[in-house]
């Protein structure tokens, strides 16, 4: 099978989320898997072309042994000229894919690189599934842009030959956007219990980052969006005296800068340890050195439905996670399995000390990693193929 996988974000850089997992495996299964991507953070580049070249690259991100092709068209890199380049040179790499990759199928996600596929995929009688793992048009930067963006979206969703989500809330918002419930499906994130194992030894990433034995390390992984609640999270640490409770971060992004303040201003620099993008390869040890994973993000329209992948990377190493009483996750993992619900991202500290004094740390992380260990990556890649199939 031919797999032409279409979104608006960055397939190179980012760390790899569902569909790059489920792309990598399915090349090991031996089908053919191309990606059009598209260069999202160039806006961050201090120095940068006016007009790129359209670039073709080989990338691993999961796997080392398995490589697959990256096209990337070029674009205008002038803030809404971007998008209105984008209508030109990814319709043109586009049809170049479908005429000469010949696709048995197209994945497409986000919005405006899937509104493009549409008229080629009609023309070509090439099956389309969109696929949702977030709430797109929230994460566009402009938010005079977000209603026209999610007509589109919703039209997306209403012309797809099959709208797959990864969560049922997101199955529902796919629902509500248009698509008809008959042809909506839900297919899990997994966990790569290969990596992510008890076998997995944090002590050097403790021992790097001058975390005690006896410190209780709260952990957090991920792009910082401003709605991360990672802010309000630093500035509660500064207010109790317990030199135990540290609090690590991995990823950049947004809010970056703000973190850094605060850890200057509240005297934080050994408490809270910013640690930057790490590679993808190193996660696990990150994992096994935590204590708590949090995601104490804001409940807004971005995060309301959604699943991050990083919730069953937590869970798998045995780690319990303090969330916000986000819906979709508290659809997807309801009570007593690990997950402890916080009402705002302040809570996560006095929520942190009540584990701690009820001793109910390892006993929540034993629930969490009772909860993933049925979704194996394995399993939800046989899934995904066999939906495929369906089509071709």
Not at 9 to 37: C, S, Y
Not at 154 to 182: C, F, Q, V
Not at 278 to 300: M, S, W
Request: charged share 25%.
């Amino acid at each position: 099978m031919k797999i032409l996988f279409l979104q608006d974000t960055d397939w190179i850089q980012r760390n790899p989320h569902q569909q790059v997992h489920l792309a990598e495996r399915m090349v090991q299964k031996g089908h053919e898997v191309h990606v059009i991507d598209y260069e999202i953070l160039w806006r961050n580049e201090k120095k940068q072309a006016l007009l790129t070249k359209r670039k073709v690259h080989s990338v691993s991100k999961v796997f080392p042994e398995v490589k697959i092709k990256v096209f990337r068209p070029p674009i205008l890199k002038i803030p809404i000229l971007d998008y209105i380049s984008m209508v030109f040179t990814y319709s043109r790499e586009i049809n170049y894919q479908v005429k000469e990759f010949k696709p048995d199928i197209i994945l497409a996600m986000d919005i405006l690189i899937a509104f493009l596929a549409y008229p080629f995929a009609k023309r070509y009688g090439i099956p389309v599934v969109y696929y949702t793992i977030d709430i797109d048009y929230r994460l566009i930067p402009y938010r005079f842009l977000q209603t026209f963006g999610k007509w589109i979206e919703s039209w997306n969703i209403r012309h797809a030959d099959m709208a797959l989500s990864i969560n049922e809330g997101l199955r529902e918002y796919t629902i509500r956007m248009g698509a008809d419930p008959k042809n909506t499906r839900v297919i899990r994130a997994g966990v790569d219990f290969q990596r992510l194992h008890f076998g997995v030894n944090g002590d050097e990433i403790r021992k790097n980052y001058s975390i005690e034995t006896e410190d209780i390390l709260l952990f957090f992984v991920g792009w910082l969006y401003h709605f991360s609640g990672l802010k309000e999270v630093a500035v509660e640490l500064s207010k109790i005296n317990d030199d135990r409770i540290k609090l690590l971060i991995v990823g950049d992004g947004d809010a970056y800068e703000d973190l850094q303040n605060i850890q200057q201003e509240y005297g934080l620099e050994n408490r809270m340890i910013l640690a930057g993008r790490q590679p993808y390869q190193r996660l696990p040890e990150f994992l096994a050195a935590a204590d708590i994973c949090l995601l104490p993000a804001y409940n807004n329209e971005i995060m309301r439905d959604i699943v991050p992948i990083k919730m069953y990377e937590y869970m798998a190493m045995n780690n319990p996670v303090i969330s916000t009483k986000l819906p979709g996750v508290m659809k997807e993992f309801g009570e007593n399995n690990g997950v402890i619900y916080i009402d705002r991202s302040e809570d996560t500290i006095n929520k942190t000390l009540e584990l701690i004094s009820n001793d109910a740390v390892q006993r929540e992380g034993k629930k969490a990693r009772k909860f993933v260990e049925r979704m194996s990556w394995d399993i939800i890649t046989d899934e995904f193929e066999t939906f495929l199939e369906e089509f071709t």
